[in-house]
């Protein structure tokens, strides 16, 4: 008979201890152990196997890679440009984010558009449920096929016999592995269950999708361990009590992580979004103290986003400093410039600083238009209206170079913007074309001159 060995999984990071742990000594998670019991069998037979020889990288073919487009300019352009067939994606989020409506609409949009089959799997909701979900969102085709299953041996066998050329599966947490014994949802179940759905996409050509949720921390439940398995992460980031939805790839082997693309929640589903600076600044009014419009690009899209600043003083101990869609460090740093080089007394004043519409920001070049924004709420003075700023800020006071200048004056053109506050030394670079008023400045101290004291 097969011996039993019982061992103690983390949840967060899968460390394995031979007996139950309050503490995992790995992430440093309380309570995250789970037991899992394992069988040890006799060894198998050695398989005779033909051994592949090394080939010189020159002497091997290069072939094009062709995507299919899935429908969406939003999620083409996260993906590098389209699905890439045979691929193993990842999506992940918050509850409620929008994932399974994204997968289904995508479904039916591929087997709608190309005509092929596709096989939608879920591990939570029966098939009654899908297709009511699909009435709403108008996802109804008729070579979409739907499969309430969580075992993966039958999903293996369905998959197989329909040869889909996308396979979803909701979610990977949901599904079992009959050979593993331990729970569902656990390290060693994902790993087993994401290991059967690569080799079927490797072997089979069949492009999956798969959706993933997230811990507390935000972090994919298994978190290193699926990322490392798939081809792409794509993780879902807003709040549910918001309209916005910004889909960012955080890893993807056949294209850049750098794209990000934007939806609207509404009632018939995700609606993408092709102009999502007009959208993050519709509801800007006219201009208030502690308010700034900035520019920054997210890969190859130049996004105008209002950042806003308030300073208030200490109520009594140290001031606070919060930052929201921004890092915390970048506004320390922000906070001691304006105080060394330009002179306003800060040490002594609560800051909190926000990032209108949820988006992140971490463009340096948004640098001058935070710190625009702060000094605007310190001296309760308006900023110019129609005004915007690009500059990334030096430890000297300096206003540093930022990238894709031109690409930014363009976008802040197309959305009326009369001024913007510009790096000095890139102003001989920019074309003499008609458009917004370009102001350089050098440094800190001129910015402040510039846009409150003129």
């Not at 098939?127 to 499969?147: H, M, P, T, Y």
């Not at 970048?330 to 906070?335: C, F, P």
């Not at 894709?404 to 802040?412: C, G, I, P, T, Y």
Request: glycine share 10%; hydrophobic share 45%; with cysteine.
């Amino acid at each position: 008979m097969a011996r039993t060995k019982t061992t103690y999984s983390c949840q967060e990071c899968g460390y394995i201890a031979p007996k139950w742990l309050g503490r995992c000594p790995e992430c440093g998670v309380w309570n995250s152990f789970v037991e899992v019991v394992s069988s040890a069998s006799e060894p198998a037979a050695a398989v005779t196997r033909t051994a592949a020889l090394p080939q010189p990288v020159t002497a091997i073919s290069s072939e094009e890679i062709v995507r299919c487009s899935t429908g969406s300019q939003e999620l083409d352009r996260v993906l590098g440009g389209g699905i890439v067939p045979a691929s193993l994606v990842l999506v992940g989020g918050d509850p409620g984010i929008g994932k399974s409506t994204l997968v289904l609409a995508l479904a039916a949009r591929v087997a709608a558009e190309q005509g092929s089959s596709v096989l939608y799997v879920s591990g939570e909701e029966s098939v009654r449920q899908i297709r009511l979900r699909a009435e709403r969102l108008g996802a109804l085709a008729e070579r979409l096929f739907l499969l309430a299953e969580t075992d993966m041996g039958r999903i293996e066998e369905a998959a197989r016999a329909l040869s889909p050329s996308l396979l979803v599966v909701d979610s990977i947490q949901t599904m079992i592995e009959s050979a593993c014994p331990s729970p569902p949802g656990s390290v060693a179940q994902v790993r087993e269950c994401t290991s059967t759905l690569l080799k079927l996409a490797k072997s089979d050509g069949i492009t999956t999708f798969v959706i993933g949720h997230v811990t507390k921390q935000g972090a994919l439940a298994g978190p290193r361990l699926l990322e490392h398995m798939v081809d792409t992460v794509l993780y879902f980031e807003g709040e549910g009590r918001n309209a916005y939805r910004i889909l960012r790839a955080v890893k993807n082997r056949f294209g850049s992580t750098n794209e990000i693309g934007v939806f609207t929640m509404e009632d018939s589903g995700l609606v993408e979004v092709a102009n999502p600076s007009q959208l993050f600044l519709s509801d800007r009014a006219s201009p208030v103290p502690g308010a700034m419009v900035v520019s920054t690009m997210e890969g190859t899209r130049p996004l105008l986003v209002e950042v806003q600043a308030l300073v208030s003083p200490a109520g009594g101990g140290p001031p606070r400093r919060v930052a929201q869609g921004v890092e915390l460090g970048r506004i320390l740093m922000i906070l001691a410039v304006l105080e060394k080089r330009a002179g306003l007394p800060l040490a002594a004043a609560d800051v909190y600083v926000n990032v209108a519409g949820g988006v992140r920001l971490d463009d340096p070049a948004v640098d001058l238009g935070l710190a625009l924004a702060i000094a605007s709420s310190f001296w309760s003075r308006t900023p110019p209206p129609s005004c915007a700023a690009v500059g990334e800020i030096g430890l000297t006071g300096e206003i540093l170079s930022s990238s894709h200048l031109k690409q930014r004056l363009k976008e802040a053109q197309a959305l009326g913007f009369r001024q913007v506050l510009v790096p000095q030394r890139q102003i001989n670079t920019l074309p003499k074309i008609p458009g917004p008023g370009i102001l350089g400045v050098e440094t800190i101290s001129q910015a402040l001159n510039s846009a409150f004291r003129a």
